[in-house]
């Protein structure tokens, strides 16, 4: 049984949720937990050495192995995160669910539980709004949506950091400054261990 964590990331928050949700997933016996990231653009990979933070992320991701059709076809349980990008998924992570048009006629991903988080620039960035559109595609792919129930610690709150139904999250900062903190990381390990479980009861 294999969960597959893909995630997209340039300043390292979605990163380091990525790293929390595979604990999860890991935390449930009988599950194999597979990283990978998704592939960066050319141009934007050209540009990394000229920024300084962004050259620290990606000495830290560069060797977990690029997202395959293959690796999405053998999943039996996928975990896909993003930063927000105007509330929507990163254009990276749209290319990766573009290219999958010939598992979807194959009807692949059909039933294998999905779930999603995200890192927005402020609270009110649009946490929600990338979870819930992200779930467009793999509804249309077919596969089952598990997000964050409100009993999971730490779930119901009112301060500005992450934490949504619709899937874990991070406030990153305007300057990506800030960091995730400790209630992001359990609802992102929550996640990975519900999507793992999930997918042992459906497909094991
Ligand atoms: C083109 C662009 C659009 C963005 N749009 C939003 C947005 O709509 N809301 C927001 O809060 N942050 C926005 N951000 C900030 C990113 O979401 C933030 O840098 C990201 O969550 C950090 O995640 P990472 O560290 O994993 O790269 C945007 C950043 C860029 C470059």
Same mark, same amino acid.
């Given at each position: 049984?294999?969960?597959?964590v893909?995630?997209?990331?340039?300043?390292?928050?979605?990163?380091?949720?990525?790293?929390?949700?595979?604990?999860?997933?890991?935390?449930?016996?009988?599950?194999?937990?597979v990283?990978?990231?998704?592939q960066?653009?050319?141009?934007?990979?050209?540009?990394?050495?000229?920024?300084?933070?962004?050259?620290?992320?990606?000495n830290?991701?560069?060797?977990?192995?690029?997202?395959?059709?293959?690796? =999405?076809?053998?999943?039996?349980? +996928? $975990?896909? /995160?993003? @930063?927000?990008?105007?509330?929507? %998924?990163?254009?990276?992570?749209? #290319?990766?669910?573009d290219s999958?048009?010939e598992?979807w006629?194959?009807?692949?991903?059909?039933?294998?539980?999905?779930?999603?988080?995200?890192?927005?620039?402020?609270?009110?960035g649009?946490?929600?709004?990338?979870?819930?559109?992200?779930?467009?595609? =793999?509804l249309h792919?077919?596969? +089952? $949506?598990? /997000?964050? @129930?409100?009993?999971t610690?730490? %779930?119901?709150?009112?301060?500005? #950091?992450g934490?949504t139904?619709?899937?874990?999250?991070?406030?990153?900062?305007?300057?990506?400054?800030?960091?995730?903190?400790?209630?992001?990381?359990a609802?992102?390990?929550?996640?990975?261990?519900?999507?793992?479980?999930?997918?042992?009861?459906l497909r094991?």
């Amino acid at each position: 049984m294999k969960i597959l964590v893909v995630y997209y990331s340039r300043y390292g928050h979605v990163l380091q949720l990525a790293h929390s949700v595979l604990e999860g997933v890991k935390s449930v016996a009988g599950v194999e937990a597979v990283l990978r990231r998704v592939q960066e653009f050319e141009d934007i990979e050209r540009d990394i050495p000229k920024h300084e933070h962004a050259l620290a992320v990606w000495n830290r991701q560069k060797e977990i192995p690029v997202c395959t059709l293959n690796d =999405l076809k053998e999943a039996d349980g +996928i $975990i896909f /995160g993003t @930063p927000t990008r105007y509330g929507n %998924m990163t254009a990276q992570m749209k #290319r990766l669910f573009d290219s999958t048009v010939e598992l979807w006629l194959q009807g692949a991903f059909e039933g294998k539980p999905a779930g999603v988080f995200t890192s927005t620039a402020s609270t009110h960035g649009g946490q929600e709004t990338t979870c819930f559109t992200m779930m467009a595609p =793999l509804l249309h792919l077919g596969m +089952i $949506i598990v /997000g964050v @129930p409100y009993s999971t610690p730490g %779930m119901l709150h009112y301060e500005g #950091r992450g934490g949504t139904p619709y899937g874990a999250s991070t406030v990153a900062g305007v300057k990506n400054e800030l960091q995730p903190v400790p209630e992001d990381l359990a609802i992102a390990q929550a996640l990975g261990r519900r999507v793992a479980q999930v997918t042992k009861k459906l497909r094991g």
